[in-house]
Nanobody
Framework: QVQLVESGGGLVQPGGSLRLSCAAS????????MGWYRQAPWKGRELVAHMTSDGITNYVDSVKGRFTISRDNAQNIVYLQMNSLKPEDTATYYC?????????WGQGTQVTVYS
């Protein structure tokens, strides 16, 4: 089965940048949907961005123009470049893999935006 490992989270000041990475391994099929979700304390999980295997993207309105999702299909890595970070971006960020009935989540990486 597919396994996901996120990295790149940390503490950053408002206006700063972080780049999250998600490395996928296991029984990965080439056609899939991968995305990033986030969850802040006492809030529900929110879709941040997702990207199809052929490059179609979707973003939540609050991150448009600041975040960019990309993927390296050859290496099975998905990235989330986060610029102009705001305190409200603080959350645990989770990588997600979906294909048909398969739905896999990573362990999450913490992003804290604070000055």
């Amino acid at each position: 089965q597919v396994q996901l490992v996120e990295s790149g989270g940390g503490l950053v000041q408002p206006g700063g940048s972080l780049r999250l990475s998600c490395a996928a391994s296991g029984n990965i099929l080439s056609i899939n949907l991968m995305g990033w979700y986030r969850q802040a304390p006492w809030k529900g999980r929110e879709l941040v961005a997702h990207m199809t295997s052929d490059g179609i993207t979707n973003y939540v309105d609050s991150v448009k123009g600041r975040f960019t999702i990309s993927r390296d299909n050859a290496q099975n890595i998905v990235y989330l470049q986060m610029n102009s970070l705001k305190p409200e971006d603080t959350a645990t960020y989770y990588c997600n893999y979906r294909r048909g009935p398969i739905d896999v989540w990573g362990q999450g990486t913490q992003v804290t935006v604070y000055s």
